[in-house]
């Protein structure tokens, strides 16, 4: 199993930043994909950043030119630096953790996706609050 735990929510301000970490007890596998989706309330579940083990990463449209996802395989820590925030920004976010390679509810993925299906594991999330 992966264990995943966020940090570094909080409340900020419209146009500030602020960094989010997960610490993950172990890597799903050689060849993975981690990331963050988010939800508001009433609203679905969103992609907002993946990033597969080489560093290869993937972008919501909304967050794309703010947010930047990163990682640091010697800590197993993924970060997601987001500036520019925006009171639309305001959701739990989760760190999500899966395979690159299988098949998930039916579906074959040979890469990583914003498909929140294709994650087999989630942290309890961190919230995000911009007003």
């Known amino acids: 199993d992966v264990q995943l735990v966020e940090s570094g929510g909080g409340s900020v301000q419209a146009g500030e930043s602020l960094n989010l970490s997960c610490a993950a007890s172990?890597?799903?596998?050689?060849?993975?994909?981690m990331g963050w989706f988010r939800q508001a309330p009433g609203k679905e579940r969103e992609g907002v950043a993946v990033?597969?083990?080489?560093?290869?990463?993937w972008y919501g449209n909304s967050v794309t030119g703010r947010f930047t996802i990163s990682q640091d395989h010697a800590k197993k820590t993924l970060s997601l630096e987001m500036n520019s925030l925006k009171p639309e920004d305001t959701a739990m976010y989760y760190c999500?953790?899966?395979?690159?390679?299988?098949?998930?509810?039916?579906?074959?993925?040979?890469?990583?996706?914003?498909?929140?299906?294709?994650?087999?594991?989630w942290g309890q999330g961190t919230q995000v609050t911009v007003s």
């Open positions: 172990r890597k799903p596998s050689s060849s993975y994909c």
């Open positions: 990033i597969d083990q080489v560093g290869i990463t």
């Open positions: 999500v953790a899966g395979q690159k390679i299988g098949r998930y509810g039916g579906v074959y993925y040979s890469d990583c996706s914003l498909s929140p299906g294709r994650f087999d594991y």
